[in-house]
């Protein structure tokens, strides 16, 4: 019995010095982009694998010559704008569509969601240039509600939403409907509350897939004022070339409304992730 204990002891301690180690792998980039960013453009180019901290004193006047350059208010406030929009949405259409293929019986039910598991299946960029067009007809170029047009509906939050519902029991629906609920009342008192952690991984994801999008904020923002960080960021790139310290920078203050995010729903991203069985 003792031996057993004490076996289990050191195999705990074998995986938390694995966990520790992977967790300080994982930290390395992010540490090193931070001493990058407060290093001289020298110092950020040296090949001595030693060189780590800064020798000169530490350079926080690259993040005030990136602030300059580049509104980061402006770029903070349309990259929450989006990802606070495309979440409402996303979690909108997904929560109803979801119930819709998980819970009800419609004809030609089988042959509208395989034409969202072929959504799935196809790059997002084949769509890029007919919903570039559908925004320009509307008029929504350098808008907001441009950057939240492809987020409006989700094929995978369709998917996850469904596979939500159906895994509630139907004696739920029945009691509801016996008691005189009627559809409506049945999906927004009894089932939806019931796929809150479908939702909150949902939102997650999509969160996370907004503040992540590159190429259609590119595309369908080309002012300055209207863009958002990762695109905003790949536009510093071009214009310090190889001036390494400010783009670290630049990159820095771009992470801030992520890592703020996850602080404030740390709890939600966890529940989430592990609810889902899905991965950032």
């Known amino acids: 019995m003792e031996s057993a204990r004490q076996k289990d002891r050191i195999n705990r301690v074998i995986m938390y010095v694995i966990l520790t180690i992977m967790a300080f792998i994982m930290l390395v980039p992010?540490?090193?982009?931070?001493?990058?960013?407060?290093?001289?453009?020298?110092?950020?180019?040296?090949?001595?694998?030693f060189y780590i901290f800064p020798h000169s004193g530490w350079h926080w006047e690259n993040f005030a010559k990136v602030w300059k350059s580049y509104n980061f208010i402006i770029l903070y406030k349309n990259t929450l704008l989006m990802i606070f929009f495309r979440v409402v949405c996303a979690c909108l259409t997904a929560t109803m569509a979801g119930y819709a293929?998980?819970?009800?019986?419609?004809?030609?039910?089988?042959?509208?969601?395989?034409?969202?598991?072929?959504?799935?299946?196809i790059p997002s960029q084949i769509f890029i240039i007919p919903q570039y067009l559908m925004v320009s007809k509307l008029g929504l170029l350098n808008t907001i509600s441009g950057l939240?047009?492809?987020?409006?509906?989700?094929?995978?939050?369709?998917?996850?939403?469904?596979?939500?519902?159906?895994?509630?029991?139907?004696?739920?629906?029945?009691?509801?409907a016996i008691d005189g609920c009627n559809i409506g009342q049945r999906f927004l008192k009894i089932m939806m509350?019931?796929?809150?952690?479908?939702?909150v991984s949902l939102g997650i994801f999509t969160a996370l897939f907004a503040f992540k999008d590159l190429m259609w904020p590119m595309i369908v923002c080309t002012k300055s004022e209207t863009t958002t960080?990762?695109?905003?960021?790949?536009?510093?790139?071009g214009q310090?070339?190889?001036?390494?310290?400010?783009?670290?920078?630049?990159?820095?203050?771009?992470?801030?409304?992520m890592i703020v995010i996850y602080m404030i729903f740390q709890k939600q991203f966890v529940e989430g992730i592990a609810t889902s069985g899905g991965k950032l």
């Open 101 to 121: 293929f998980g819970r009800l019986n419609f004809k030609g039910k089988n042959l509208m969601f395989s034409l969202i598991l072929v959504q799935m299946m």
């Open 229 to 237: 960080l990762s695109a905003g960021l790949a536009k510093m790139q």
């Open 30 to 49: 992010f540490a090193w982009m931070i001493l990058t960013a407060v290093k001289t453009n020298q110092e950020a180019i040296s090949v001595n694998p």
């Open 148 to 176: 939240v047009f492809p987020g409006i509906v989700t094929a995978f939050g369709t998917y996850l939403l469904k596979t939500g519902y159906q895994g509630l029991p139907k004696d739920l629906e029945e009691a509801a």
């Open 193 to 199: 509350p019931l796929t809150r952690s479908s939702m």
């Open 240 to 257: 310090y070339g190889s001036d390494y310290p400010t783009m670290m920078a630049s990159a820095v203050l771009a992470i801030i409304p």
